[in-house]
Each structure stands twice: as C-alpha cells, then as structure tokens.
C-alpha cells in the first residue's frame, strides 16, 4: 500500500489505537465524507480516551486545510515531499481534539497563508478533526470488507506453512479449526492481527480456542537470593515489576541490576508481524483462514 511502505496492517494498527474501531461498521464502500453520520464512534464501543470524529467539524476542518496545509501535506494527509504523512504521524495519534496538534501549529509551523499563530483555536480544532477523519477514512478501507477478501486462499495455506511460520504456534486443524466459522472476515482480520486487544470491540466476546484459557503475558523474577517466581505480568516499566503467581499471591519488586527478569510474551510474534506483513500476505491470509470452517 503506497507511500513509504506503510501496510495497511500498520494503519490498522495506528487507526485502531487512535479511535473507536468496530469491526461491525457497516461497509459503506466510498461514502462521501458528507454523508457520515455525524459523530463517528463505530459501533458505540465506548472506550473514553479515544478521538470521535466528528464529521460537520472534519467538513469544516477541509476548508482551513486546503487553505493552509494541502501543499505540503496533500489531499489525505498521507504527505507529499514537502510535507510529513501525518496519517501515520505518532503526534497525530496522540491528539485528542488538537491537544497535541494545537501547540505544535501555535510554535510556529509553517502555512500557506496565515501564519500558525493566527490560526483561531475553532480553526485548530476543526483542523484536526479533519486529520482525524482522514485516519479514520484510510483505516476503514484497510478493514473493508471488500478488501479483506481479495486474498488468495491458497498463497495464503503456503505462507502460513511457510515463511509466515504461523504454524510454530498455530494448527489449522488444532487451535484454529473452524475459526472462519466462529468470526466475519472483518472480525477474523481483526482478531489475527490484534490477538491481545480482544479484536477491538470483541473485548469479552472472545471466541479463543475452545476450551483454552486466554493467553497472557507471564514473567520470572529472579533476586539475587536466587528463588525464581514465575507468574502474570501486573506491571513492568524501568524501575518496578509485578506479578501475580498461579495462587493470586501478588509480589513486586524495584528493578535493581541483579534483578533478573525474563518476559515470556506470548503476543510478540503478533506485534512484529505489524512492522513485517505486507498486504498480500495479510489478505492471502485471512482468505485462508476463512476456508477454515
Ligand atoms: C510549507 C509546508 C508545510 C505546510 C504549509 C504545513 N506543514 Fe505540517 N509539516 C511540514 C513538514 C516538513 C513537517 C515535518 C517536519 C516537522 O515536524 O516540522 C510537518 C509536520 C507536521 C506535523 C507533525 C507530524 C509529526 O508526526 O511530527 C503536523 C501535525 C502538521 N505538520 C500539521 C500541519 C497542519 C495542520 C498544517 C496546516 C495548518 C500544516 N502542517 C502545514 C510541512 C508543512
Ligand atoms: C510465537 C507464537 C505465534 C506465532 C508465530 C503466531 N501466532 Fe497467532 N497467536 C498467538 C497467540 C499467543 C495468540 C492468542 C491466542 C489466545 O489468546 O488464545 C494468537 C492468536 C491468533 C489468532 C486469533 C485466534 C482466535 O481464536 O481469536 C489468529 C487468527 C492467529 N493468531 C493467526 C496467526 C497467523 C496467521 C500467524 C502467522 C503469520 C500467527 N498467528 C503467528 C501466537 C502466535
């Protein structure tokens, strides 16, 4: 998917972190920007720290943007030479009504004809709903349905068998036997490529491998004493790590040098896969795991 090698996995990734995604919005292939419902929060999954788009806003957000940012940034904010990308822009995905983009323009970011300090804040914001609507635009058609079945079935049995290495954890005749029954192909993309989130929206809805419980993030701790404790990761930053062992024992230490600490991640795989799969794959992919009923 065009410019600068970003997949459509990493929009997914990106969009999905920066509003309310429901894999149940209905595929409304090319509705015009006008004819969005007014306040875009798909699906009414409700999470609170997330950018709802509000789409009379985004519309007058165009304006100030074809006055004052289009050359640089391009029509859909994916960047031109002159200008970043900003629908994979990390400031972007950070913003919450302008909170992040409003100060950036204000320390002087260059326009096209009223200088950035100019900029009423009704402006400011209205132009940043329009940044967000454009995120929100390309990551609708990265999950479109459409889309998610133009995949090839069979290139994506061999790539699962073979330089996917899916089947290092996977079995299409073991954990993931009937998952094209048990999701919709939106759902199925959402869960291969988030299989930690709970699908965006699946949250608590999970299908999972039947039977199996959920699997989780565990870490052994190791004092300088030399008695390990293994159990699910709590917290771990720079300085603290928490773990909560098989018997609901909560324990927590400070990170010291002769601390050792081994994560056992098993969703890693997963988030590399992120930075890694192209689009091909990725459809070829889910066409195959849909044949698996
Ligand atoms: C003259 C060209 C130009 C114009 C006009 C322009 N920009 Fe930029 N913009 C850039 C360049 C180059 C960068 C990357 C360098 C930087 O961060 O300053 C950038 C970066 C950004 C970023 C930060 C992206 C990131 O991830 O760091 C945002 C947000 C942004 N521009 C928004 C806007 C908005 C909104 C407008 C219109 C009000 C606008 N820009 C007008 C050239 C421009
Ligand atoms: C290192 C191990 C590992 C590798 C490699 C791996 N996965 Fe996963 N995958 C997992 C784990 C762990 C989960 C979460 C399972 C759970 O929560 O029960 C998961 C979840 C999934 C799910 C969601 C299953 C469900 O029922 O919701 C799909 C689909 C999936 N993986 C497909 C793939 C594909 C396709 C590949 C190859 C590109 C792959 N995985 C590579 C470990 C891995």
């Excluded at 889309?147 to 299409?172: I, R, Y």
């Amino acid at each position: 998917m065009g410019k600068g090698g970003r997949t459509c996995a990493q929009i997914a990734a990106l969009a999905a972190a920066a509003m309310v995604l429901s894999a149940q919005t209905p595929p409304g292939r090319g509705a015009p920007a006008r004819g969005a419902p007014r306040g875009i929060s798909p699906g009414g999954v409700g999470s609170d720290d997330k950018h709802v788009v509000d789409t009379a806003a985004a519309d007058r957000g165009r304006k100030v943007w074809a006055a004052e940012c289009i050359n640089c940034h391009g029509t859909h904010a994916r960047g031109t030479d002159r200008g970043a990308d900003l629908i994979r822009s990390v400031l972007v995905l950070h913003d919450r009504y302008a909170s992040e983009i409003g100060p950036f323009l204000k320390k002087g970011h260059p326009t096209q004809t009223t200088p950035a300090a100019n900029l009423t804040q009704a402006q400011i914001e209205d132009v940043s709903q329009f940044v967000h609507f454009e995120v929100y635009q390309t990551m609708r058609s990265a999950l479109d349905v459409q889309e998610v079945l133009t995949g090839d079935a069979k290139a994506g049995a061999a790539w699962f068998a073979g330089e996917g290495k899916c089947n290092t954890c996977h079995s299409p005749t073991g954990d993931l036997a009937g998952i094209g029954r048990r999701y919709t192909p939106v759902n199925l993309q959402q869960r291969f490529l988030f299989p930690q989130g709970g699908g965006r929206g699946g949250r608590g809805g999970r299908g999972g491998r039947a039977g199996a419980p959920p699997a989780q993030i565990t870490v052994t701790v190791t004092p300088a004493s030399g008695l390990a404790v293994s159990g699910v990761l709590v917290e771990i930053d720079d300085f603290n790590v928490s773990l909560r062992d098989s018997s609901g024992e909560y324990y927590s230490w400070k990170r010291t040098p002769s601390l050792k600490v081994v994560k056992h991640d098993p969703f890693a795989a997963h988030e590399a896969l992120l930075d890694t799969i192209t689009d091909k794959n990725m459809h070829d992919t889910v066409a195959y795991l849909e044949t698996l009923k």
